[in-house]
C-alpha cells in the first residue's frame, strides 16, 4: 500500500507560479511511475505530467508544455510539479498519482493505482 500526501497549492495571480509537492509513503517509490492529474469544477480528471521511475522520461500534454515541470527525488520518496506562467483556466484541484512497479511512463488516470487527496489550485486574472 502507497500513501499520498500532496501540499503546496494556493491562491496565485496569472503569471505567476507554484510548486506542488507528494509525499509517498513505502519502500518501493522509485519502482513507481508519477504522475500528476488535476480536476476542475465540472470537467473530467486530466494528466498534465508523467516521469518514468528513474526521473528520465517525462510527458506533459500540450496545453501544461514549456510551463510546468515533473521531478523526483527518490531518496526522499517526493515527486514535485513546478508550475510557472500560470494562466486562470489551470484552476483545479491537483492529484498526485503512482502506478505500480514499472518502466513505463503512464498517462491515462485507469492505469494509476494510488491517489492523493488532491490539493487546490486558483489562479485570480
Known amino acids: 500500500q502507497v500513501q499520498l500526501v500532496e501540499s503546496g497549492g494556493g491562491l496565485v495571480q496569472t503569471g505567476g507560479s507554484l510548486r506542488l509537492s507528494c509525499a509517498a509513503s513505502?519502500?518501493?517509490?522509485?519502482?513507481?511511475?508519477m504522475g500528476w492529474f488535476r480536476q476542475a469544477p465540472g470537467k473530467e480528471r486530466e494528466y498534465v505530467a508523467a516521469?518514468?521511475?528513474?526521473?528520465?522520461?517525462?510527458y506533459y500534454p500540450d496545453t501544461v508544455k514549456g510551463r510546468f515541470t515533473i521531478s523526483r527525488d527518490n531518496a526522499k520518496n517526493t515527486v514535485y510539479l513546478q508550475m510557472n506562467s500560470l494562466k486562470p483556466e489551470d484552476t483545479a484541484v491537483y492529484y498526485c498519482?503512482?502506478?505500480?512497479?514499472?518502466?513505463?511512463?503512464?498517462?491515462?488516470?485507469?492505469?494509476?493505482?494510488?491517489w492523493g487527496q488532491g490539493t487546490q489550485v486558483t489562479v485570480s486574472s
Open positions: 513505502g519502500r518501493t517509490f522509485s519502482t513507481y511511475g
Open positions: 516521469i518514468s521511475w528513474s526521473g528520465g522520461s517525462t
Open positions: 498519482a503512482a502506478t505500480g512497479p514499472t518502466r513505463a511512463v503512464l498517462v491515462t488516470t485507469g492505469e494509476y493505482r494510488y
